[in-house]
């Protein structure tokens, strides 16, 4: 588990880095909110599951991402841009069911979110928007391996939620306008993470390799 020192460091650091890019705006900086749900998927990845006195679990794990079920896969974001740039801080909000169990494992579910959170770097470049992100992953799992259930009241603020390791994205945007204040956004993203999840006595290493596509409404304060 996560010290409260470590969980005190990570907010501090994305507060500062926030922080920062309040502190440039100037008068013709332009700020953008966006909500954008959407549809997604995930490779298959290596998952290993380490439990005291217990051989090792170890398979190339296929998941769902159940994107229009509740909680819905979806994006929001705010930026900051200025002469075709910009930062941006995210949250991307990704379920992942392991389909593929083994007979060990009766459930292995992070389905209120397997939560990528990122500090992105923009570029706009012939009508499109580019962007770069780097972050770390907030998981939230409910599993129940070799018949333990994982007590989903632990964690942080003991609400089930682990931050470990870190996350990135690739993506491309379209923006089309609607209103001097409104637009539409089409998006296509491609995202990685790695999580180290707790299960009864161990824990699961989860790598993630993603893809999304979102369609979503921003607004525009200048």
Known sequence: ?????KYKGLYALFFFILYGICAKAQEKTSWQFEFL??????????LKIVQENQPNIQLLAFYDTYPLDLPIYYSYRLSRYKNNRGWEIELNHLKLVLSNKPDEIQRFNITHGYNLIWIN????FEGFVFRAGVGTVAAHPENTVRN???????GLFNDGYYISAISAQLAMQKKFILHKYFYLSLEAKICGGYSKIPVVDGYAQVPALTGGLH????????
């Open 121 to 124: 770097r923009t570029w706009n």
């Open 215 to 222: 369609a979503g409404l921003g607004v525009k304060f200048n």
């Open 1 to 5: 588990m996560i010290s409260k020192i």
């Open 148 to 154: 333990k259930n994982l007590d989903e009241k632990q």
């Open 37 to 46: 749900p959407g549809v997604s998927w995930a490779a298959p990845m290596p």
